[in-house]
């Protein structure tokens, strides 16, 4: 029976009920929406096949390792994003000061098992999350599992461990400073709807406009401008409604979008204008400068660490932290 519950993991409960490992981590851990009946028949079979969740072993039983899990999504290795190397710059610092190690962790939609194995394993005591979606199988797992975790990014949960920007008044401050300058039709250009802070930066685009009594207008909002065809098939739909502006969810979305401007002779800021949510290197040194929101990656990813550890250590915490950003104004919307 030992032998059986070292075996026995939520992929392979999964793949013996038929249902998703999401499924079968939220019926472990009774958070999610499930039905009540596939709930049962989960805890039934985990009851049969003698499982014991991670999460009711006793603590003071595992040995540290002084090792956590950084848990990276697959798609943001493709991408040469910034924000990801600066913020696991002063996660590592952070660590090592402490005294640990990170071992980088992949996953990618519900494909978790990664994060499992290192978790069965006891390779880490700690999980880091460097991103936030409203629906989680990372999430899900560390919860069921019982493991200490801190979130980049806005959590549902208050009393969870997370550290933000805040993307909401980034994003509210922005657009309201575009409104001062007169401009008054903005496309907003966003990114994956499933990650929060993508969210954030949509409602803030929105409460700008309420502020000065304009109405959203749904033909020049798109969301989900996450590939090369769904961005040139937006531009399109945009450029169609002749906005003055156009808003980027990110740096990397804002310097594709200049190429496909430059590709059709738009020139910006002469005959459209562009802002960007999220600032970077590329931004500024790009011509026309950019402007955009500033935000300390580096610091995100050092306060992360901080927070983790400090409630690891049984420090008191705040358990929610939210740092402040700047935005810059430059050539691209003069």
Do not use: W
Request: charged letters at 25%; aromatic letters at 4%; one cysteine or more.
């Amino acid at each position: 029976m030992e032998s059986s519950k070292t075996k026995l993991t939520t992929a392979a409960i999964a793949n013996e009920l038929g249902v998703s490992k999401t499924t079968v981590s939220r019926a472990l851990s009774g958070k999610g929406r499930i039905s009540s009946e596939t709930r049962e028949r989960v805890e039934e079979y985990v009851r049969r096949a003698g499982y014991e969740a991670a999460g009711s072993i006793n603590k003071l039983e595992r040995r540290p390792t002084n090792n956590l899990a950084l848990v990276i999504p697959h798609h943001f290795v493709q991408l040469d994003l910034p924000f990801l190397r600066k913020s696991m710059g002063g996660i590592c610092r952070m660590a090592a000061q402490r005294g640990y190690d990170i071992l980088l962790c992949y996953a990618d939609g519900e494909n978790t098992e990664q994060l499992e194995r290192q978790l069965s394993a006891n390779k880490v005591d700690g999980v880091i999350l460097t991103r936030t979606l409203l629906d989680d199988p990372c999430l899900d797992l560390v919860r069921q599992r019982g493991v200490p975790f801190v979130a980049m990014g806005r959590l549902r949960s208050p009393a969870a461990l997370q550290v933000d920007h805040d993307h909401v008044g980034a994003a509210r401050e922005l657009t309201r400073l575009l409104l001062q300058m007169g401009i008054r039709h903005i496309a907003y250009m966003g990114n994956r709807e499933a990650y929060t802070v993508n969210m954030d930066r949509l409602e803030g685009y929105r409460q700008a406009l309420e502020e000065y009594g304009l109405a959203v207008e749904p033909e020049i909002v798109f969301s989900n401008v996450n590939s090369d065809e769904s961005r040139v098939d937006a531009l399109e739909a945009a450029l169609e409604q002749k906005p003055e502006c156009l808003l980027c969810g990110d740096d990397n979305l804002a310097i594709e979008l200049l190429k496909d401007l430059h590709q059709r002779g738009i020139s910006v800021p002469g005959q459209l204008k562009l802002a960007s949510l999220y600032d970077s290197e590329i931004l500024q040194n790009n011509a026309p400068t950019v402007t955009a929101v500033q935000f300390d990656a580096a610091a995100l990813g050092t306060a992360a660490c901080r927070l983790l550890l400090d409630a690891m250590a049984g420090k008191e915490v705040v358990p929610r932290q939210v740092q402040g950003y700047q935005v810059i104004l430059r050539e691209s919307t003069k």
